[in-house]
């Protein structure tokens, strides 16, 4: 491999020639090998974003000439193409608070626009990564302004999908109204309901998730850019500070504004916490979910069986005709993925010192890992379990006509104790609460029919005006 030399602060260093990122990220691809993943694609691109939009505001403020402004932009417009990801080689979790990140756009762009000027990759003499691309900024603006971007550019379509599934479980609740099963709390049994309401109960917790999710996102509009090293703008001219957030806003097709103050923006990172927390939410909601269908599915034989999941594939390597709830399974492994990532969020935001937190990366890295997570578990589970599940009306029929639990609904007539009696001895002589009570002549049967109507049981007690 042809290389060339590049110097920076450190010393000088071979890059290869025909890269186009230059000597720092060389340096820390080096010496941040740790997940051995790339940076996220959006991340890159709403880098690139505030690189445009800074070189635009710099040339109205006269500090940036036509040319060199104009081949940032053409640079940073095939960066957001995803024209040069191969370029972008350092490690999303790295040291230095996101510096290698934001030198690695720097010199990328700044490359990409010497050769459109006809120079050379590493020259820097017509465009430099720090003095025009990085004109205005610091790291401890641009990364968490790209930060928070790039959660709202992933979290609107994870929005979006937990909209459609609050809907196709609204769909099902419907679907299930008229099928009476026995309800249960902590694993035993209670007292009837139907199988709709269950479903509706959990259209109402993604409803509420969502909500939750779209209240966490606002403080995500504020942004530090402008605030440069700590807050206080220096090297940003007073209408690079006036004009950056409108600019930004209107290349990245949202409302942002510069925050009000700019020291807190900087170094505080509790708002990105907030949105951790929110998934978290979720996540736990959507693994409660996950594992009351696995239970609700168990057998077919022998467990519960008052639904059934679709089939989505073989659930043995050995036992033949076995298939297993994989998509409730999935929903919940990336459950626990969030929930550990919201622990390390939480701790790098605390981790912070002074006027700048250095641990941003694991923060982005993990906070953005939890919300394409959640939004691929969540179309996999409208997909491939929600859409496709039936039910099982005479198996949930039958466990409520057979369950001791409806024993509560002869507490009335009978109290408490006297029904906790004949519910103990339904289980004892496996006998059904109702023949137990005509055997004994302690309720008319035209009464009991009425107190043990599984419908009436079932119906759900509304507020009267």
Known sequence: MRMRMESDSIGTMAVPEEAYYGVQAERAEKNFHITGLKMSGAFIKNMALIKKAAAIVNNEAGLLPIEKAEAIERAADAVIAGKYDSEFIVDPVQGGAGTSANMNMNEVIANIANVYLGGEKG????????????????????????G???????IHPLIDTLSELEKVLRIKGEEFKGIIKMGRTQLQDAVPMTLGDTFMGYASMIGRC????????????????????IGSGINAS???MDHIASRLSALFGEYLEQAPDLFDATENLDSFVEVSGSLKALAVSLSKMSNDLRLLSSGPKCGLHEINLPPKQNGSSIMPGKVNPVIPEVVTQAAFLVIGHDATIAMAAEAGQMELNAFEPVVFYQLFES???LTGAVKTLIANCITGITANKDTCLDYETHSAGIATALCPVLGYKKSAEIAKQALRENRTVKEIVLGEGLIKESLLDDLLDPVRLSAVKTKTA
């Open 210 to 229: 969502r909500k939750r999710l779209e209240r966490s996102i606002r403080e995500m509009y504020s942004i530090n850019l402008g605030g440069t090293a």
């Open 238 to 240: 007073d209408y690079y």
């Open 148 to 154: 928070k971007m790039t959660v709202i550019t992933l």
């Open 123 to 146: 020259s820097y003499d017509m465009v430099h990564p720090n003095d025009h691309v990085n004109m205005a900024q610091s790291t401890n603006d641009v990364i968490p302004t790209a």
């Open 371 to 373: 919300i394409t997570s």
